[in-house]
């Protein structure tokens, strides 16, 4: 059902990805995210929330200081590194050792992210943006989750082809460069039509099956997918997230970047006792 993964860390214990899910917590430093803008862009505000999803079962924080949202403005390397550094440090200063990733398209920012105690490289251009990004990966030992984000598709595009094609090059980059670790992102939302969406969803098992030597993050938390779908706000999206989070997981996936955690790890571990079967409790036969 889902394939075992060992991802090395350099600071911290491997991630172990097999059939019990990763949650990834999602901590946007932003004034303008899509669904959390301004509401973690304070260190006490970003710290407590750190806090409170590891409370509430995440395994990974993932610290954005760059909306990618449709229309956001571009952010500069300093301003992005003023907003992601001081969160990180204050993380880390707090004696919180959960793993994190950094999610940055930019070089420089990834790699100071890294060495001022992240863990890992979210790069929404899945290395095919910025060439020194997949160097600065190998050089501090950083696995990388690649996204999926191809600006030249169309509603004509046919999903899976297209997309087994593009993360073949983005392969070829990891490897060339020799990225440590490499986590594959379908991209859900990113030039991707609703119908394309679903479809990608639909098919990620075949996804898995084309990539199977690699683990496979699905995020769609609070997307438009689901809104335009139920015609509903980012507020009022945990119900449809509850449900691509399960599927996703019921097709193969191994981490999920959510923005509701306890919800969301809730829903994985159930899913999990029905692929797998409830753990045994003790002196339980």
Known sequence: MHTSHTIPLRRRPPLTLGARALVMGIL??????????????????????????????????????????????????????????????????????????????????AHQAIEAGADIIN????????PEMAEIAAVCGAPVIAMHWDKSWTAATEPLPAMVSWFRRTIEIADAAGVPSLVLDPGFGFTKTLTQNYSILRQLADLTQA???????????????????????????????????????????????????????????????????????????
């Not at 803008?37 to 079962?57: F, I, P, T």
């Not at 952010?75 to 907003?83: H, I, K, P, S």
């Not at 790069?123 to 910025?130: I, K, P, R």
């Not at 335009?228 to 399960?246: F, M, S, Y």
């Open 28 to 109: 946007n430093v932003t004034p303008d995210s899509f669904s959390d803008g301004g509401q973690h862009d304070h260190l006490a505000a970003a710290v407590a929330h750190a806090r409170l999803m590891l409370a509430e079962g995440a395994d990974i924080l993932d610290i954005g200081g760059e909306s990618t949202r449709p229309g956001a403005e571009p952010v500069g390397v300093q301003e992005e590194l003023d907003r992601v550094l001081p969160v990180i440090d204050a993380i880390r200063a707090a004696d919180i050792a959960a793993p994190i990733s950094i999610d940055t398209m930019k070089p420089l920012v």
């Open 123 to 130: 790069d929404v251009t899945g290395l095919q943006g910025a």
């Open 211 to 285: 990539f199977p030597e690699h683990a496979l993050l699905v995020g769609t938390s609070r997307k438009s997918m689901i809104g335009k779908l139920l015609d509903n706000e980012p507020a009022d999206r945990l119900p449809g997230t509850i449900a691509t989070t399960v599927q996703g997981y019921e097709r193969g996936g191994h981490i999920f970047r959510v923005h509701d955690v306890k919800a969301n790890a809730d829903a994985l571990r159930v899913a999990q006792a029905t692929l797998y079967g409830p753990p045994k409790r003790e002196g339980q036969a």
